[in-house]
């Protein structure tokens, strides 16, 4: 059984931010993530896309913004167990036993639920066999977007990613077609008219009212059949890429069975230290409501420093908790091994 200070549920922004805080004051993190990668949902559904909102950072796409999250956090002791789910929490006197999926056991005072919108996976168009070409052709976030260059590509949806994808691959491939079963978007106001402009100048064409009938292709995508939502005429589209941006199906999974006090949704913390109704579980970022709640990443960076400040209590009760300024105490420089003269 593994023993650490702060156990943190979530690879994200804000889970990767407590384990900035909790070095600061010398408490040691595991991470655990459903997912294969770091960066939870800047690198699953946007890690190309622009952030405009981190304080100081005046564009930062979601990757960026997680690689340096990645580099101020270098200096600390912590672990990543990816591909990991949580599935049963116990209570033991004063510490919390968490069991995974993949039998590993941790022994903790601290549980940081940092789980973003909890488990979530993309909506599936409403067809046969829909990832029969995931990977090679079908997509349902942009990963990578130097593949879609001078390539032709069919995006579905009427939200912010269809928008913003097609507004930006227009730039570079070959031909964009917006796929949306009528013309009134859900999107930013001022990225729908970039769309429009781009679709006078031939960059996008937009299809409206269509649906997704069909994918095509027997051993290699090919193209997809839509469906004109009041005439049912069917109208075929070759291409090299389709894009679904229908948005996510979000579970909270086991956390249901932990018995924290929930709201739509949501697990309910105090704003003190963000702890939940559970002594020495806390719930920061997405995952957590309360009143006044932005779901903003900079608003889990504040909740998360707060409650790091209650896990250094929990685990050294009576003792002050540490406090200093990086620009100038010197045993913080020294744990974030800076160089200052």
Not at 19 to 35: I, K, Q
Request: proline share 4%.
């Amino acid at each position: 059984m593994k023993e650490t200070d702060i156990l943190i549920i979530g690879a994200g922004p804000v889970g990767l931010f407590t384990v900035f805080e909790a070095g600061l004051l010398g408490l040691e993190c595991e991470l655990v993530d459903n997912l294969d990668k770091i960066g939870g949902q800047c690198i699953e559904l946007y890690p190309d896309k622009p952030i405009y909102d981190i304080p100081g950072v005046a564009n930062q796409t979601g990757r960026e913004h997680i690689e340096a999250l990645l580099a101020q956090i270098k200096p600390f002791n912590y672990k990543v167990n990816l591909n990991t789910r949580v599935e049963s929490i116990k209570k033991e006197k004063d510490n919390w036993i968490v069991k995974t999926n993949n039998d590993l056991s941790f022994l903790t005072k601290n549980i940081f639920i940092a789980a973003g919108a909890g488990s979530f996976e993309s909506r599936r168009p409403p067809v046969e066999n829909p990832d029969k070409f995931l990977g090679n052709g079908i997509e349902y976030a942009v990963r990578d977007i130097k593949k879609y260059k001078d390539k032709e590509i069919t995006i579905f949806g009427g939200g912010d990613s269809a928008l913003d994808w097609s507004v930006e691959l227009a730039k570079t491939a070959k031909k964009v077609y917006l796929v949306h079963r009528r013309d009134e978007f859900r999107g930013a106001k001022h990225t729908e008219s970039q769309m429009r402009e781009l679709v006078k100048s031939g960059k996008i064409e937009l299809k409206i009212p269509y649906v997704i009938k069909s994918i095509n292709g027997d051993e290699k995508f090919n193209g997809v059949d839509l469906m004109h939502f009041e005439s049912k005429e069917v109208e075929s589209i070759n291409c090299d890429e389709a894009l679904f941006f229908f948005g996510l199906n979000k579970q909270l999974g086991p956390i249901l069975d932990w018995e924290v006090e929930l709201e739509e949704k949501k697990i309910s913390v105090n704003t003190e230290n963000f702890q939940t109704n559970k002594e020495g579980i806390f719930a920061v970022g997405d995952i957590n409501t309360y009143p006044g709640k932005l779901d903003l990443i900079l608003c889990g960076f504040h909740e998360t420093t707060l409650a790091v400040q209650e896990a250094f209590k929990r685990i050294h009760p009576g003792e002050r908790v540490p406090f200093g300024y990086t620009t100038s105490n010197k045993g913080l420089q020294e744990k974030l091994k800076v160089n200052k003269s």
